[in-house]
Every structure is written in structure tokens, then in C-alpha cells.
């Protein structure tokens, strides 16, 4: 709850925040978080503590994506959604962005998402800069699904392949501003960028802007990761996101969820369970 406790109170600070410092700031936020050295995956460790080091050290030996398996420390970090766990694996996941994989489908272009999502009991994959955040069905327990998913860390940066099959492929630009962009639209981007975006990561998820109406004042965003179907999603939303963008941006009134059709399907499947 760290990310979403620190949005709510920048949020319910920022009224001592002077407005105009909006346009010349530019803060950035960084999370080190500490890693261990090669283990051994005979006396594999997973402490009781919200963050936890799991080390393994496996013989060389070739493996699916075709490479030699090698031992690694993954750190593993709870989310405020008890369904998604953070794993790091000691070195950058995606160099710029995120990645969101809400689907099987979508993961076919990266061999790890595409992996990961072979783990029977895993619903959602999502890469942040250098974490991976995995979901889990209701039914399925973390305790049998750890070792499949450490297994699958190690085995794809021990083999040497690329995170997207197509080297095209973009990542999310979505808070990027263009020249077309008005001055409003500008501040919301940037506000979301530099401020909001980095408490969001911190509990394994992100959001990504989808558009603002000025005619109404409505802002447009999608939980990603953790923070997609999290309980406390609606309170990140409406205690730390909105009430800064309202407060820094006169032109926004609110701020509301918009959710894909996978995002819909998965929320009507929980209804009827």
C-alpha cells in the first residue's frame, strides 16, 4: 500500500503546493531496491516480511527458450491486490514504460509473458521498469505457483532472448506530449508522468492515460498490473489521482476508470463466481 498511500498524500498535501511550479518542474523518482547475490536454490528463503528474497542456484542445464539456466536472486513484494505479486529479477525489465498483458493473446510477442501465462492459475502478466507483476486466479495458491514462476524468470535471462519478438514494439507513450496537445491536456501528462505514475509502480501496476473531454472535465485512465480489479483501486483513483489533478488543473472536474473488453469480461467472470 506504500504507492497508494504516498499518491493520497501528495494529494492532500499539494494544497500547500504553489500551482505554477507545474510548469518548470520536472521531478523524477527512483526505487532501489536492495538484491541479493547467487544462491542456493537447495535452502530456497522466503521470509514472512512484505518484501522477501528467494534465491536459487540451479546446475547449468539447457532449457526451453533454448539457453543454459543459470542461479539468480528474485526479490518478491506484495501488492495491495492479494492476487498480484511483484517479482524482481535484480536487473531492468523494460528500459522505457510498461507493458500490460491482460490476456494470453495479448503476451503472444513476448517469450516471457507468453510463458508465464503457460503456469496454470496465472490471469494477468504486466513488465514496469524493473519488476515483473504477476496475477493469479482466486483459486490458485502462490505457495505452488512461486517456484514455476522463479523457474520461468531465471530460464528467460538465462537464455538470452529478446522481452518482445518484435523489435518494433513500442512502449506505452501514452503520457508523451505532442505538438497538437493543448496546455490542459500538457499538464494532466505531465502530472501523471512525473508525479503519479511512480506511486502507482510502486504497487506493481500503472496507469495509463486515456484521453480528457473538456467538455465535461473528465479525465480518462486504466488501472494496469496490481492495479487493475485491486480493492483499493477506486481509492487510488478518487483520493490521490483525482483530487492532484483537480487540484493542480482547474480544467478537470473528475476522474474515471475506462476498462477494455478483456478488463470487462474478467470483471463479469468475478460477479458470477
Known amino acids: 500500500m506504500k504507492g497508494v498511500g504516498r499518491l493520497i498524500r501528495r494529494a492532500q498535501t499539494c494544497q500547500s503546493l504553489c500551482p505554477s511550479h507545474l510548469t518548470s518542474r520536472r521531478l523524477i523518482y527512483s526505487r532501489t531496491p536492495s538484491f541479493g547475490v547467487f544462491g542456493n536454490r537447495s535452502s530456497m528463503f ?8 528467494a534465491s536459487s542456484l540451479l546446475p547449468l542445464q539447457w532449457t526451453h527458450f533454448g539457453g543454459q539456466r ?26 522505457v514504460g510498461s507493458a500490460d498483458f491482460p490476456n494470453a493473446r495479448s503476451a503472444m510477442n513476448s517469450p516471457l509473458a507468453k510463458t508465464l501465462y503457460g503456469i496454470d492459475g496465472i490471469t494477468r502478466v504486466f513488465f514496469g521498469s524493473d519488476f515483473i507483476t504477476v496475477t493469479k486466479s482466486d483459486d490458485a495458491s502462490w ?15 538465462s537464455s538470452g532472448q529478446p522481452l518482445f519478438l518484435d523489435s ?30 511512480p506511486a502507482v509502480q510502486d504497487d506493481g501496476g500503472d496507469i495509463e492515460y486515456r484521453g480528457f473531454d ?16 485491486c ?18 488543473v482547474p480544467e478537470v472536474k473528475g476522474v474515471e476508470q475506462e476498462l477494455d473488453a478483456e478488463d ?3 470483471t463479469l467472470a468475478g460477479q458470477m463466481e
Not at 522466503?46 to 528474497?53: A, P
Not at 543459470?70 to 528500459?95: C, D
Not at 479525465?219 to 496490481?226: E, H, I, N, S
Not at 483499493?232 to 493542480?248: F, P, W
Open 231 to 248: 480493492p483499493s483501486s477506486s481509492v487510488t483513483l478518487k483520493s490521490g489521482i483525482e483530487n492532484m489533478l483537480m487540484h493542480y
Open 168 to 197: 518494433q514494439t513500442a512502449a506505452a507513450m501514452d503520457t508523451a506530449i505532442h505538438e497538437d496537445d493543448s496546455e490542459t491536456v500538457a499538464m494532466i501528462k505531465e502530472l501523471l508522468e512525473t508525479r503519479i505514475r
Open 264 to 266: 470487462e469480461d474478467g
Open 46 to 53: 522466503v521470509s514472512n516480511s512484505e518484501s522477501s528474497l
Open 70 to 95: 543459470r542461479s539468480m536472486f528474485i526479490q518478491t513484494q506484495s501488492t495491495p491486490n492479494p492476487a498480484s505479486l511483484m517479482f524482481y529479477p535484480g536487473k531492468a525489465v523494460m528500459e
Open 214 to 229: 473538456p467538455d465535461t472535465g473528465i479525465v480518462k485512465l486504466k488501472m494496469q498490473g496490481a492495479c487493475s480489479g
Open 143 to 157: 505457495d505452488l505457483l512461486k517456484p514455476e514462476i522463479f523457474a520461468a524468470i531465471m530460464d528467460f535471462y
